[in-house]
């Protein structure tokens, strides 16, 4: 008889068990955190959606590079997967000028050591998608870090490997999205090494947690975006004067079911699967 799962970490969103020295099990909760606290109220359906969409995208990109997934779980918000020993930074992919990359051209002219060309507007498209690590933060913000830094810590071969797949999986999921009426504007992914040797896609993909998501038809250069991710509960709470400091402010209800409203139409615009139908059959993403 198997032993009951041992609680070995808690996110931000997710709680981490292991299942044995192979395995994992990464659970999503609700919760929801803007600038790095996690906010009192939680947005129901949240952590399903994010579990079934990674899933999704691990499904449809494994030509690209291996996943950690091994199998979805019946409550809909919990994967089991392959434990991995962790590269140390994330891997952000930029496409579009948004967010903090905005705020550091305006300034600079380049984004996180990538000098680019003079005159773009907020929200433009990049001439090409950029790579922009950052190491990942226990508690407080992510930093920022160039490239060689990256590698320095990561193993350059072991850099150059996610670096190479961050790019393919980017291009593959925007072209996809292109498709179904949704700007991957920019993203985050994790990598870990298997114990092959194999550097393998984790944690979670193109969710609205990870990544910025706009709708392609309300796109206009020149101004900052509607979306489908938590900007929509970072720019409420910019409105309340809060100082960004632990605790945070409670949702309203008309915050939370925008928020979830916005999340569900993500999964269901970029998997053509109803969330209910996901919520049934935990498979159906995977098909």
Known sequence: MSSAPTHIASGKVREIYALDDARLLLVASDRISTFDVVLPTPIPDKGRVLTGLAAFWFARTEEIVPNHLLALRSDARS???????????????RGYLAGSGWKDYSASGAVCGHVLPAGL???????????????KATSGHDLNISEDEAADLCGAERYAAAREAALALYGFAAAH????????????????????????????????????????????????????????????????????TDPGPELPDDVVAGTRGRYVEAFERLTDIEFNAYVADQEVVLR
């Open 79 to 93: 994967i089991e997967c392959v434990r991995l020993e962790m590269l140390p930074v994330e891997f952000v992919v």
């Open 121 to 135: 507007l907020e929200s433009a498209a990049l001439p090409e998608p950029i790579v922009t690590p950052a190491t």
């Open 177 to 244: 999205a292109t498709k179904r009426g949704i700007i991957v504007a920019d993203t985050k992914f994790e990598f870990g090494v298997d114990p092959a040797g194999r550097v393998v896609l984790a944690d979670e993909a193109l969710t609205p947690d990870s990544s910025r998501f706009w709708p392609l038809d309300e796109y206009e250069v020149g101004r900052t975006q509607a979306s489908f991710d938590k900007q929509f509960v970072r720019d409420w709470c910019l409105t309340t004067g809060w100082d960004k």
